[in-house]
């Protein structure tokens, strides 16, 4: 675990409010080693807080409690088909391919791996920080049980926790593509304070700051290609590619190992 993760542990703590199990509450806490509590006071030192909550699980921070909470969400984003297989097409099925096996290395929220899976892309996901794996977890749990997943006895994203640049060295069979979403920093500070959710994931969660140690890792692991999304603002992180499809303000470039 790295000092930012340990240090983002420590800032964290579930609370049970009366929803679902207590026993549910208490394990989790016991498998992230963070303390747990059934309320919260002003002496209360940790600023964050994993809950069930709504059905789902929920990231809460101290100011927020009573309000939403963030949460990975399984429905298609605006805008998006909700017909499975979703239409393959945008500037990130373009990148994908001919791909059917897909790694995503950097899962984050996981919507972009929920739309490659809903796009019918067979789809393995990778998440370093503890606190977004245990989101991710219950989201992918919560995706199992939808009608429509079981109706067509879909296989849901698989989540593996963990530093991809050591876990991807360890893939048995090398897929078709290797999906790489890193966070890169701003072009320019802002006056304004970001949202409160991006604040939250970058305070919990850090910058990556080795993501060319992680593009060389996926090179050498995948089976055909490398796509790597960035800001449109951002140099390539591979070097020029092969490929490259432009979204609003980000950017899908495209490695092909027999390009």
Known sequence: MTPHQTNALQQLAVLFNGEGEILRAEQLAAQLNIAFYQA??????????LCYRDGCLKLLDKELLKKGGLMVEIEPRPGEQRSFPAPKQGALAQALG????VVDATTGWGQDSLFMFRMGF????????????????DAFARLAHCEWVQNLQLDVPKLLVGNAIDLL??????PD??????????????????????????????QDDDREQLFNAAWQATGKRVVVKSPDYAEPLGGKPQQSFSGKLLRYDVYLKNG
């Open 98 to 101: 001919k791909s059917k096996t």
């Open 40 to 49: 919260v006071a002003k002496e209360t030192p940790e600023n964050f807080f």
């Open 122 to 137: 067979s789809m393995l996901c990778i998440e370093r920080s503890p606190v977004m794996a245990v989101l991710l977890e």
């Open 169 to 174: 060295a360890k893939l048995e069979t090398p």
């Open 177 to 206: 593509c290797i999906y790489l979403d890193p966070m890169f920093p701003p072009k320019r500070k802002k006056s304004a304070l970001a949202k409160k959710s991006m604040q939250m994931l970058h305070e919990l969660i850090g």
